[in-house]
Nanobody, 127 residues
Framework: VQLVESGGGLVQPGGSLWLTCEASGRTSSSGGMAWFRQCPGKEREFVATIRCNGGNTAYADSVKGRFTISKDGPKNTIYLQMNALKHEATAVYYC?????????????????????WGQGTLVTVSS
């Protein structure tokens, strides 16, 4: 699976930003897609995930209520709407694709749950 992110940029604290990820190649309707991020000097961390078939979602506690992951039904495209952005949201945001089945009783939040990665898009939250 090939993934391409877009939408990153500079945004002021408290502002909003949309990220987009388009998938191509080998995809699976029973799989899922996700967003991870890597903040400066830190390891990559889970942000949000969505199941391709059914639209079930899950979020990291740090973004719950402010970020929304969604999927374009007929397309292999997902979005991340980010509201009320804080300085600590500054990071490279990566899109990930999961070909294997996305299971509701074992929500995939680990990097090795995913089979393909995008190159990342930089989000900078600064005044």
């Amino acid at each position: 699976v090939q993934l391409v992110e877009s939408g990153g940029g500079l945004v002021q604290p408290g502002g909003s930003l949309w990220l987009t990820c388009e998938a191509s190649g080998r995809t699976s309707s029973s799989g899922g897609m996700a967003w991870f991020r890597q903040c400066p000097g830190k390891e990559r961390e889970f942000v949000a995930t969505i199941r391709c078939n059914g639209g079930n979602t899950a979020y990291a506690d740090s973004v719950k209520g402010r970020f929304t992951i969604s999927k374009d039904g007929p397309k292999n495209t997902i979005y991340l709407q980010m509201n009320a952005l804080k300085h600590e949201a500054t990071a490279v945001y990566y899109c990930a694709g999961k070909i294997r089945r996305w299971i509701l009783t074992n929500v995939p939040t680990a990097e090795n749950d995913y089979d393909g990665w995008g190159q990342g898009t930089l989000v900078t939250v600064s005044s």
